[in-house]
C-alpha cells in the first residue's frame, strides 16, 4: 500500500521561502512524480513535476520560483519554492502527475502580504 506524507509547510511572509519534503512507503519514486495545491474554493492543480529521464515541468503561476527534486536515497521529494507570493498559499499535495496515489495529509502553505 502506498502512503505519502508530505511536511515543511508553514507561515511565511511574501518574498521568502519554503521547502516541503514527501516520503513514501510502499513506493520508490523512481517514476514521474509531481506537486500538486489546492487552494480554499479552488481546484487542485499540478504545480511542479519530475517527468522520466530527469526532466521536470512547472506551471507558469510558479516557473522560475519552484524547483522540484528528488533524492533517491532518501526516497524523498522535494519542493523548493522561492519568492513566495501570498497567490502560492494552498494545502500542498505530493503525488504522480496524474494523482495516481491516495492522497496524503498534504501540508499547509500559507504566505502573508
Known amino acids: 500500500q502506498v502512503r505519502l506524507v508530505e511536511s515543511g509547510g508553514g507561515l511565511v511572509q511574501a518574498g521568502g521561502s519554503l521547502k516541503l519534503s514527501c516520503t513514501g512507503s510502499?513506493?520508490?519514486?523512481?517514476?514521474?512524480m509531481g506537486w500538486h495545491r489546492q487552494a480554499p474554493g479552488k481546484q487542485r492543480e499540478l504545480v511542479a513535476a519530475?517527468?522520466?529521464?530527469?526532466?521536470?515541468n512547472y506551471a507558469d503561476s510558479v516557473k522560475g520560483r519552484f524547483t522540484v527534486s528528488k533524492d533517491n536515497a532518501k526516497n524523498t521529494v522535494y519542493l523548493q519554492m522561492n519568492n513566495l507570493k501570498p497567490e502560492d498559499t494552498a494545502v500542498y499535495y505530493c503525488?504522480?502527475?496524474?494523482?495516481?496515489?491516495?492522497w496524503g495529509p498534504g501540508t499547509q502553505v500559507t504566505v502573508s502580504s
Open positions: 519530475l517527468i522520466k529521464g530527469g526532466g521536470t
Open positions: 503525488n504522480s502527475p496524474t494523482g495516481s496515489y491516495v
Open positions: 510502499g513506493i520508490t519514486f523512481t517514476g514521474a
